[in-house]
């Protein structure tokens, strides 16, 4: 085994290999180590790019790897994608910080940021777009999972705003088109249903008929124990709980 301190964010790539992101007081490192955990390489391409802390690590279906490097000392952030042997093919400043990155089907990458709004970026690094994701009637608190569909439309989940919530509807999902417009919003109601309140969406998945598993836990917020757990299922065309 192999121990390394300070490791902000990770990825496995497909050839079993990992990537892993460090924080220092200044430049940051990214190392490579083999699928035996064995070191294989670390850089830093100080000064072509500056920051202290990886936020986010993630193999596209090119085998790039893209990653986010910030800077805690002076706020700028940057998105770059380098090869398996850590080259930079590009690299571009990032006016946001993404929370969770995802691929769909055109190769564009949809990146979710803390400020709760969305950036489309293409293949080569460009910023295609960005919108907002906040409801007039429901505010959106905490994003958990980003899920590409086979359509190429992308769906966001998580826990809204206990202030904003209606009849312990805790839990919000929202469809997307590529081009960043809103299909359809929902919200759905856990108490009653899996008998808590401060229900957290943990992850989703989309099955063979296009429908979208969700798993649930409440991570024991009312420190009542024991941590629940469930599952429900929704029609992602219109969002239309299935299941239970």
Sequence with gaps: SNTWSSIYAAAEISTGEIFLGTYKSSNAE?????????????????????????????????????????????????????????????????????????????????????????????????INWNTNIQQSNAEVMYHSDLLALSSGDFIIIGMTGSSFSTDGKTIYMMRYTSAGNQLWYKQYKTKNVFDFWDAYAFTMSEDSAGNIIISLNDNDNDGNGPINTGVFKVDSSDGTKLLP
């Design 30 to 126: 990214m190392i490579k180590v083999s699928n035996s955990g064995s070191f294989v390489w670390s850089k830093n391409w100080n000064p072509i790019l500056g920051g202290n802390t990886f936020y986010e690590i993630y193999q596209k279906s090119d085998g790039e790897i893209f990653f986010m490097l910030y800077d805690t000392n002076t706020g700028a952030a940057s998105i770059n994608s380098i090869d398996s042997d850590g080259n930079i093919i590009w690299s571009n400043s990032a006016s946001a910080l993404y929370q969770d990155i995802t691929e769909l089907n055109d190769g564009s990458l949809i990146g979710h940021q803390f400020s709760r709004s969305f950036t489309s970026i293409s293949p080569t690094g460009s």
